[in-house]
């Protein structure tokens, strides 16, 4: 709980924009902005704020949980920073489960616990990232894709598609 730290202000610039919503704790996945990802909402505490999320312009963020194991996790249980995700479809599963198709939209640091039942609901901040420029990270881009290029003629499961996709990225945190 508290205010944003200096480091954090200055990340974001003069205006902080505050967001508020629910969490869903993530275990052993962590979802990157712009990434389009699955996750399976099982939890009682999850699938209230995916309701609260649905009911509310599709907005959760997600935010991993420290311990995988924990199968309750309280606020302090979650790591700081999570992502913004905008919801596409969810799917209720026979066993109760909920499939989420979602996509990241942008990093956050958590500033505030407002709530904690009947689902975690929380205070954030986005993270805004200063463009990236300069020889080193373009260094860094090519030998990135030079390696995706690889992976792609390697794995029968990745279409070429996916490496002229990574090509066309101009942003190195898009591009990881």
Same mark, same amino acid.
């Given at each position: 709980?508290? #205010?944003?730290?200096?480091?954090l202000?200055?990340? *974001?610039? +003069?205006? $902080?924009?505050?967001?508020? &919503? ?20 099982g ?9 609260a ?18 199968e309750?996790?309280e ?8 992502? #913004? ?7 209720? *599963?026979? +066993?109760? $489960?909920?499939?989420?198709? &979602? ?60 490496y ?13």
């Amino acid at each position: 709980k508290g #205010e944003p730290d200096a480091a954090l202000s200055d990340s *974001m610039g +003069d205006e $902080t924009e505050l967001l508020e &919503g629910p969490v869903i704790p993530l275990r052993d996945t962590v979802i990157f902005p712009h990434m389009v990802a699955p996750i399976f909402v099982g939890r009682d505490r999850s699938l209230r704020a995916l309701d609260a999320a649905m009911a509310n312009e599709n907005v959760v963020f997600v935010v991993t949980q420290r311990d995988a194991e924990q199968e309750d996790p309280e606020f302090s249980d979650l790591y700081s920073i999570g992502t #913004e995700m905008v919801i596409g479809r969810t799917l209720r *599963m026979p +066993d109760g $489960t909920t499939s989420v198709l &979602g996509q990241g939209q942008r990093r956050v640091r958590i500033v505030d616990l407002l709530q904690s039942e009947p689902y975690l609901r929380v205070r954030v901040a986005p993270i805004v990232e200063p463009p990236a420029a300069g020889i080193a990270n373009e260094a860094l881009m090519r030998a990135v894709l030079a390696l995706f290029e690889k992976i792609v003629q390697l794995s029968p499961s990745l279409p070429d598609d996916a490496y002229v996709a990574a090509m066309n990225v101009d942003e190195p945190g898009w591009l990881a």
